[in-house]
């Protein structure tokens, strides 16, 4: 039987941080008189006393290592305990929702998807705002950690490949996880803090400034106004693409970057792969709606860049009229979606790193084809890639296809439409945060989908933010077997 006291002792921990920070949305309430911050301070109350109940409970085991099973709990509870704790000022004050919006709402938040049940949202108090931002940025600062650390430990569909080329970087093995964690927040900061600054020199506003730039670095999507983007300026659009191109880059580019080494990002094949591809995808899609509307060029350009970045960087901003171009946009935007950006950053997807790794693989089946006995090893940025490697992958695809599908059966079944039950497939499992189809065009939200596909869509969330393969692993009977 697995020890859980390690696991509960880092929770409650996690539960009791999670508490304090809403301190900071309710503080914020209250300076702005709307009402709102006893919700905040008592939802800090609850949160607080549980964890450290829980921490105190298992605290004779802390300090323990953590085995592979224990990882693989602790992950996943991770991402169920949070949002629950972090929707009670849902719940407590405005905007005063049912206990399943809150949570859809509190888990769209920390597993950075964007999507949203909320409506009325340039109502809200500044408060809530505040801490759906947060959530986001919390989320996207937590999904970084686990992406270069203990992914690849995991072995999770095919990240065991990053657990060298990632941190054997600097000469040496880096000794600790304390360590990859400090410089991973000393970027993540900086890349908020540079958001932030740039956001507010281009004329939004302090507040504002603040929740979209935790929103964008953490490739979350969550903004304070119920149009996104769609009202500020040509410029913020601009800075709004950049920032969620570098919040989905790989964070251990960025700390090579400030050690001196520039050379690895320039090289890096996933890197460039995923700035060919969006760049390529921007002047189609740019080219199309100049020579089927009447659009101006450069509001095409802008649009398209926008919203296409918002895409593929699962970020899930919006801006214009592109939810509905139709046609070719939005299969664009479908494949953008999917495929996702890089691998080791906030952002989702089946990951840039993946994709082209199964092009090689492919690449190689059709060369044995041809010639049998050739030997030709499977490469990515010339090193060799093992068979175990790419078997992994190959299922991690294989249970990203079968989920997206299944979910949007499911999803189909409980009483939505066929291009809403997709496209909430997708936006889910993808952490992309974009709605499209009827259910969703008329507020924006996917407030109007019954209860089960709220809880589909929460649970495809969970999945697509933890690799799918991890929570598979969890839930077969042998895990939990000694």
Known sequence: ?????????????????????????????????????????????????????????????????????????????????????????????????????AYFEAVSGITTTGSSVFVGMDDLPVGVHLWRAMLNWLGGLGIAFIAMIFLPVMRVGGMQFFRTEGFDTFGKILPRATDIAGQLFFIYLSLTLACMGTYAALGMSGIESVEHALATIATGGFSPRAASFADYSASLHYAGALFMLLGSLPYIRYVQLVQGSALPLWRDAQVRGYLTWVASAVIAVSIWRVATSDQPAEAAFRESLFNLVSIMSSTGFGMGTFPVWGGFAVIVAMWLGIIGACSGSSAAGLSVFRVQLMFAALKQQIQRIHAPHRVSPIRYQGRRVDMETIDAMVLYLGAYILGFGVIAVLILQSGVDFESAVFASWTSIGNIGYGFGPMVLPTGTFVEFPDVSKLLMILAMIMGRLSLLSVFVVILPRFWRD
């Open 1 to 101: 039987m697995i020890d859980l006291r390690p696991v509960g002792y880092v929770i409650g921990l996690i539960v009791s941080v999670l508490g304090a920070t809403m301190l900071v949305p309710g503080i914020v309430d209250a300076l702005a008189g709307t009402g709102n911050a006893g919700a905040f301070f008592e939802a800090a109350l609850i949160s607080v006393t549980a964890g450290l109940i829980t921490t105190m409970a298992c605290q004779n085991r802390a300090g323990s290592s953590l085995s592979i099973r224990q990882a693989f709990l602790l992950t996943i509870c991770i991402w169920l305990a949070v949002p629950a704790f972090g929707a009670l000022p849902f719940i407590i004050g405005a905007p005063e929702v049912r206990l399943i919006d």
